[in-house]
């Protein structure tokens, strides 16, 4: 890996890596104010709560997967345990509570697309027939 290869990979690890540990703890301990949501982003926020396990599984991942960046274990499986939940995240904002907000869910696609770059040889057998 070359060092300018490594500076951008190593930022963008760090950066997900903050925003999934910090926003999966957050889920838990509720020490960043949540703003109110439209009434159908609320609903279904509140269902995956209610269900009494999803909310907390996704939250679990979140953390894990923050950390699997911020320690820089096994980012290619860290990506893929991550993807859908990102792309949901994305989903909800865009749909459910409003374009305007999806500024942070973008960052996040783009930066999860970085590092699948980065790793792809590691996806190669995935891919292959």
Same mark, same amino acid.
Not at 80 to 90: E, Q, V
Not at 100 to 126: C, E, K, N, P
């Given at each position: 890996m070359s060092t300018s290869a490594s500076k951008p990979h190593l930022a963008a690890r760090l950066i997900l890596g903050l925003i999934f540990f910090v926003f999966g703890l957050n889920g838990f301990f509720g020490f960043i104010p949540m703003p109110p949501l439209p009434e159908q982003a609320g609903a279904f926020m509140g269902a995956l709560i209610q269900s009494g396990y999803l909310f907390t599984f996704v939250k679990v991942v979140e953390v894990l997967v923050g950390a699997m960046f911020l320690t820089g274990i096994q980012v290619p499986f860290? *990506?893929? /345990? $991550?993807? =859908?939940?990102?792309?949901? !995240?994305? *989903?909800?904002? /865009?749909?459910?509570? #409003? =374009? #305007?907000? &999806? #500024?942070?869910?973008?960052? !996040?696609? #783009?930066? &999860?697309?970085? *590092?699948?770059?980065?790793?792809?040889?590691?996806?190669?057998? $995935?891919?292959?027939?």
């Open positions: 860290a *990506l893929l /345990l $991550i993807t =859908p939940i990102a792309i949901n !995240i994305f *989903l909800f904002h /865009l749909v459910l509570v #409003g =374009p #305007g907000t &999806i #500024g942070m869910s973008v960052l !996040i696609l #783009g930066l &999860i697309a970085y *590092l699948a770059w980065f790793h792809r040889q590691r996806y190669r057998s $995935i891919f292959s027939s």
